[in-house]
């Protein structure tokens, strides 16, 4: 009973709670598309119908879940809708929400292999499952992080470790004994590399963005003069991002070339495939990750692409050792007599560390690859779809290659050539579909173009959906046009 009491909830309560939200979430996920994918409210309005400080004595569980049905849900942007496209579309899968509830009962920290042998063993395990599904060597070896921007940052300290400055003991403050550090990306990388950058003393003029071509993938030859004229001016180039899947138009950098020129100069390539590098699990696909076997590390998402609630990212190096230089750090209380096993906590910035390994385990084991390819194809599919029915549209323009499952265009009639007032247009027929709360679309900028984004990875997401996507964005722009 005092246990019960200190678990705050007994067995038969947690049954009948346990059921009801477990039933809750089958109907959310069965029934996502009847709410409106963007909520209808104003910045505030959930906050104001929240108590500004926490009750005194306990509240019952009723009550709780009447508040979330009643507060909380009416303020969500329903990721888990079919028509949600913006940003990168994704899905928490049932089989991972179950993982993942697993996972909280469980609550192991699993920063030591002692701390739970199962959690830091599956992390191995199925880690090494999805390197063999995109097709890495097996000398890569994986981390699970939080998010595709933690395992950047994860490996670019690797990266900065293995020039043997002795920064990790002398840190960057003051030194003359080194030159300053630099690292190389495209102008279309991912913000988190440059966070990476300021976090690790580097900072945001260490970073050298390299012009992207047409077609949004890094100008190699830009890059090698890169590299060479900042030797000659006394920088240390130490690391080059390259991307599979860049965020805005999910261009795929030349990482087969630019492996060449980091072996060459001796620099540490890191790839960020957060998005695109599931897509190598499509046969067909595989040569989306050409070069990358020659990184020094590389970052998937399975929380963007393969059906993993979030948060669940996968970093893999080969240099395993050089990533422990650079984070081990073992306090008296954390040393244990095991000799040679695996302690995550040497792997990164955290010592505290989730089961995220499971809910990714059910995932793969619940789809198996089969079923995993031919969702991705699917998504593929759609996009296909939907960029040629935009290329028949004569007031309509595709802004980027297709080569994943996300669509990048605008609405460009003949009349209008100026950049200012096609952003102005573009951006009230967003504004227009999102309050519709049928369709949520987020927008970028290609080359100073505003651009409308329609990304697709829903599982629920079909060629319905899609129809419905290109509908409402022709209804919502003719009605635009009228009230120009
Ligand atoms: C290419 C790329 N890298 C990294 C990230 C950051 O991932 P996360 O949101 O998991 O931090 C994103 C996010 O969209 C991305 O597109």
Redesign the pocket.
């Known amino acids: 009973m005092e246990n019960q009491n200190l678990q705050r909830m007994d067995s038969e309560e947690f049954r009948k709670y346990g059921r009801e939200v477990v039933d809750w979430i089958a109907d959310y996920l069965k029934n996502t598309e009847k709410y409106p994918v963007f909520p209808n409210i104003k910045p505030g309005d959930i906050k104001k119908r929240l108590p500004g400080s926490p009750p005194l004595s306990s509240e019952k569980m009723d009550k709780i879940l009447e508040d979330f049905n009643h507060i909380i849900l009416p303020g969500m942007t329903h990721w888990n809708h079919p028509n949600f496209h913006a ?2 579309s994704i899905t928490g899968s049932a089989p991972g929400i179950l993982g993942e509830m697993l996972s909280a009962a469980l609550n192991v920290n699993g920063m030591l292999w002692r701390t739970s042998p199962s959690a830091t063993e599956l992390e191995e395990v199925v880690l090494d499952w999805l390197r063999q599904m995109i097709g890495l060597p097996s000398d890569f070896r994986g981390v699970i992080t ?7 940052l994860v490996a670019l300290a690797a990266a900065r470790e293995a020039i043997h400055r002795q920064i990790r003991e002398q840190g960057l403050a003051g030194r003359t004994d080194i030159p300053k550090l630099r690292l190389y990306c495209s102008d279309q ?2 913000s ?1 590399v440059e966070k990476a950058a300021i976090v690790l003393g580097i900072g945001q003029e260490g970073v050298r963005k390299i012009q992207s071509d047409t077609e949004f993938k890094m100008n190699v030859k830009v890059l090698a003069a890169a590299i060479d004229e900042d030797r000659k001016n006394g920088w240390l180039p130490f690391a080059v991002v390259a ?1 599979v ?3 805005s138009s999910t261009s795929i950098d030349p990482v087969a070339a630019i492996s060449n020129i980091c072996q060459r100069e001796k620099i540490w390539l890191h790839v ?5 590098g599931i897509a190598a699990i499509i046969p067909e696909m595989r040569y989306v990750l050409d070069g990358c076997d020659r990184a020094d590390s590389f ?1 998937t ?1 399975p ?2 692409w393969l059906f993993t609630p979030i ?1 669940c ?1 996968a970093l893999y190096t080969r240099h395993v050792s050089t990533l422990k230089q650079a984070f081990s750090l073992v306090p008296d209380y954390l040393t244990t007599a095991e000799g040679d096993v695996n302690n995550y906590m040497d792997w990164g910035v955290q010592l505290g560390r989730r089961f995220r390994s499971l809910k990714l385990w059910f995932v793969i084991r619940s789809f198996g690859i089969e079923g995993i390819i031919s969702h991705l194809r699917e998504h593929c599919r759609l996009a296909r779809k939907l960029a040629d029915w935009i290329s028949q549209e004569k007031d309509y323009e595709l802004l980027a290659p297709v080569p994943f499952s996300v669509v990048c265009f605008r609405y460009h009639p003949g009349e209008i050539s100026n950049e200012s007032e096609l952003e102005q247009l573009n951006s009230r027929i967003i504004d227009r579909v999102n309050a519709t709360g049928k369709v949520f679309l987020s927008h970028t900028k290609l080359h100073g173009k505003y651009t409308i984004r329609v990304a697709i990875g829903n599982l629920a997401t079909t060629e319905k959906h899609i129809s419905l996507v290109w509908k409402v964005i022709k209804q919502e722009q003719k009605l635009c046009s009228t009230n120009r």
């Open positions: 940003y990168f939080d998010c595709g921007s933690a395992s950047n990388t991912h988190s991307t899947g860049t965020t960020d495939a957060a998005y695109g970052v998402n929380h963007k948060d990212s």
